[in-house]
């Protein structure tokens, strides 16, 4: 008995051995060529999306093409971070009226147990916080004030999250001031990273994570170089982003009669040998492939989100393998 319990253990002590050294190894991978084009996936984090830029500017690089699916029509925030809203267009002040009602209509993307936390902010002022569910809820906010002395207003999210439940993002579905709609398709609007109005903050406009990508890039570059960068939003929705941001990236090309061109692909360790195969497959027949790998900073913070980030790709590399790429 105790034998084959010492037996089982150590198989189980093997098998943990080679997923902790081998597996990651096995994940990550970078190929550099002598490349024309940059190509960067949008949504990579912002210490990716850094190196790329220097890349770029580095580099002989004749292009920088931007991939990414697109975003949902409301505003979700994905990381801890703020909503800033400049509604100075918005605001109209009524001599008689000295108290305000804000309603934010928002919710998590996780459940009750894991309900995402923001701060309302009016100007330099938090005047509010709230614990969300998983479905839309108003939130309301009594205020006091001049609406004309209302420079800006923010939404901070707090505890982003990502574990085995899943991603825990802060979804805003409308934000309304004594019953009027705040938040148009005109109204200017950031978001920031790290610290309200600091330097990595990007345009709520953005269709796609390709634009959110390049709007990094616009912001860094000189105006020389601004023509170089090019937004190719993935329309597909669904699962398999790596394939369909591939498949956006070969009909661009196609559609532009760009062939036998030679491209290096920003991507991120654990993800990047699987978006390697991936390209490479699909552009088979427009392009030479190389891959450049960045270290995922945010997802190495801790243990456990390390390795259950390894678990995830490995999962995903073995579906890509067995029902994705042999049907390319």
């Not at 934000?175 to 200017?188: A, D, F, M």
């Not at 570059?221 to 591939?246: C, Q, W």
Request: charged share 20%; net charge positive; proline share 2%.
């Amino acid at each position: 008995m105790y034998k084959k319990v010492l037996i089982i253990l150590s198989a189980l002590a093997g098998l943990t051995a080679i997923f902790i050294l081998l597996i990651p190894q096995m994940l990550s991978y970078e190929k550099r060529i002598q490349a024309n084009i940059l190509v960067v996936e949008g949504w990579l984090p912002f210490n990716a999306l850094h190196f790329a830029l220097e890349e770029f500017k580095s580099g002989d690089y004749d292009q920088v093409l931007f991939t990414g699916s697109m975003l949902r029509a409301h505003t979700t925030l994905y990381i801890n971070s703020f909503l800033v809203i400049y509604p100075q267009d918005r605001l109209t002040e009524d001599a008689s009226l000295q108290e305000h009602f804000f309603e934010i209509q928002a919710k998590s993307s996780l459940g009750v147990k894991d309900s995402a936390h923001f701060v309302f902010w009016i100007n330099d002022q938090a005047v509010a916080d709230f614990y969300t569910v998983n479905a839309s809820k108003t939130y309301s906010i009594k205020w006091e004030g001049v609406l004309e002395e209302i420079d800006s207003l923010m939404i901070q999210y707090t505890n982003d999250m990502y574990s085995r439940i899943g991603d825990r993002n802060l979804i805003i579905n409308n934000l309304k001031l004594n019953g009027s709609t705040v938040i148009t398709e005109s109204t200017s609007r950031f978001v920031d990273r790290g610290s309200p109005f600091g330097r990595y903050r990007w345009n709520v406009k953005a269709e796609s994570y390709a634009d959110m990508a390049a709007n990094y890039f616009l912001d860094r570059v000189g105006e020389k170089d601004k023509f170089k960068l090019i937004s190719i939003s993935n329309p597909h929705a669904g699962k398999r982003r790596t394939y369909g941001n591939a498949l956006a990236l070969r009909n661009w090309l196609e559609n532009n009669k760009q062939q036998s061109v030679r491209v290096n692909i920003v991507s991120i360790d654990y993800h990047s040998r699987r978006t390697w195969l991936v390209y490479k497959r699909v552009l088979k027949d427009n392009a030479e492939v190389g891959i450049l790998s960045v270290e995922n900073v945010r997802k190495e913070a801790t243990l456990s989100r390390k390795y259950h980030y390894i678990a995830r790709e490995s999962v995903a590399m073995i579906y890509y393998c067995v029902f994705i790429l042999p049907w390319i």
